[in-house]
Antibody
Framework: QLQLQESGPGLVKPSETLSLTCTVS??????????WGWIRQPPGKGLEWIGS???????YYNPSLKSRVTISVDTSKNQFSLKLSSVTAADTAVYYC???????????????????WGQGTTVTVSS | SYVLTQPPSVSVAPGQTARITCGGN??????VHWYQQKPGQAPVLVVY???DRPSGIPERFSGSNSGNTATLTISRVEAGDEADYYC????????????FGGGTKLTVL
């Protein structure tokens, strides 16, 4: 059974860089059938997509965060990571990683949603 | 950018049918996915590709999508269905952006 687990500091200072890692167990991150995404949820608010990465390193980012976000993948460790720079209090949230089901062939891309999620990790931005 | 609009709250009595809508410009041309999130828990996919259910999701959960509105329908609502529900689409016209609706709180009276 596939499991995702987020890890990283729970407290980050303003203006610094938030760094989180998602470890995938029970399956391979290198499958061609999945993207791997980061989603966050500020306290009492809704879900916000941050970005997604394919095992090849291909990435898509939320335009509203794109200038501050870097998502990378380490297939040897079966992990993918999130870096969010220049954080402020507005970046305080629960951060989730998730598996996204896709079908990708030359000239065709279809998306089937986020079918497996990590439990989430709370990150607070405060001095 | 593509916007999905959900009602903030829906209330229903046990045993009745709950319908949660998700509005978007020509959303019927997109594939819509629905997530259930209970307090303190991660979201769970309950409907994908408009109307398909992942394994383990009860048949009481169903979805439809046409025109400018997608709908999640929960039949024979139970107390355990009380949760926040989010719709989501993949916006192929905007650099593969994933978009979530604002969420709907389902209250079981």
């Amino acid at each position: 059974q596939l499991q995702l687990q987020e890890s990283g500091p729970g407290l980050v200072k303003p203006s610094e860089t938030l760094s989180l890692t998602c470890t995938v167990s029970g399956g391979s991150i290198s499958s061609s059938s999945y993207y791997w995404g980061w989603i966050r949820q500020p306290p009492g608010k809704g879900l916000e997509w941050i970005g997604s990465i394919y095992y090849s390193g291909s990435t898509y980012y939320n335009p509203s965060l794109k200038s501050r976000v870097t998502i990378s993948v380490d297939t040897s460790k079966n992990q993918f990571s999130l870096k969010l720079s220049s954080v402020t209090a507005a970046d305080t949230a629960v951060y989730y990683c998730a598996r996204e089901v896709v079908v990708i062939t030359p000239g065709y891309y279809y998306y089937y949603g986020m079918d497996v999620w990590g439990q989430g990790t709370t990150v607070t931005v405060s001095s | 950018s593509y916007v999905l609009t959900q009602p903030p709250s829906v209330s229903v009595a046990p045993g009745q049918t709950a319908r949660i809508t998700c509005g978007g410009n020509n959303i019927g041309s997109k594939s819509v996915h629905w997530y259930q999130q209970k307090p303190g828990q991660a979201p769970v996919l309950v409907v994908y590709d408009d109307s398909d259910r992942p394994s383990g999701i009860p048949e009481r959960f169903s979805g439809s999508n046409s025109g400018n509105t997608a709908t999640l329908t929960i039949s024979r609502v139970e107390a355990g269905d009380e949760a926040d529900y989010y719709c989501q689409v993949w916006d192929s016209s905007s650099d593969h952006r994933r978009v979530f609706g604002g969420g709907t709180k389902l209250t079981v009276l």
